[in-house]
Nanobody
Framework: VQLQASGGGLVQAGGSLRLSCAASGSTFSMYAVGWFRQAPGKEREFVAA????????DYADSVKGRFTISRDNAKNTVNLQMNSLKPEDTANYYC?????????????????WGQGTLVTVSS
């Protein structure tokens, strides 16, 4: 499966952005999807994950209550709605997929990665 992340940009603290991950090349409904982010000089970290049916989600504590992950298997997309953004949310955001049913928070569990989309939150 090929993944294309989009929707990043510059936003003020307290604002919102919606990231999208578009998939092609395989049966997307058979893949769990995760979002990760990497800030300059830091390691890649888990943000959110959704099961292949979309009936289970998981979030990092740092984004819980502010970010929402969802998917539309008919459109082969997974979205990450980000509200109440903070400067510490600034990073390159990556979507990843694995042909497994659950939710997974380790980058090592994912087989396919999209390119990053940059989110910059100004204070």
């Amino acid at each position: 499966v090929q993944l294309q992340a989009s929707g990043g940009g510059l936003v003020q603290a307290g604002g919102s952005l919606r990231l999208s991950c578009a998939a092609s090349g395989s049966t997307f409904s058979m893949y769990a999807v995760g979002w990760f982010r990497q800030a300059p000089g830091k390691e890649r970290e888990f943000v959110a994950a959704i099961s292949w049916k979309g009936d289970s989600t998981d979030y990092a504590d740092s984004v819980k209550g502010r970010f929402t992950i969802s998917r539309d298997n008919a459109k082969n997309t997974v979205n990450l709605q980000m509200n109440s953004l903070k400067p510490e949310d600034t990073a390159n955001y990556y979507c990843a997929a694995t042909p497994s049913p659950g939710t997974y928070y380790s980058a090592a569990d994912y087989d396919f990665w999209g390119q990053g989309t940059l989110v910059t939150v100004s204070s």
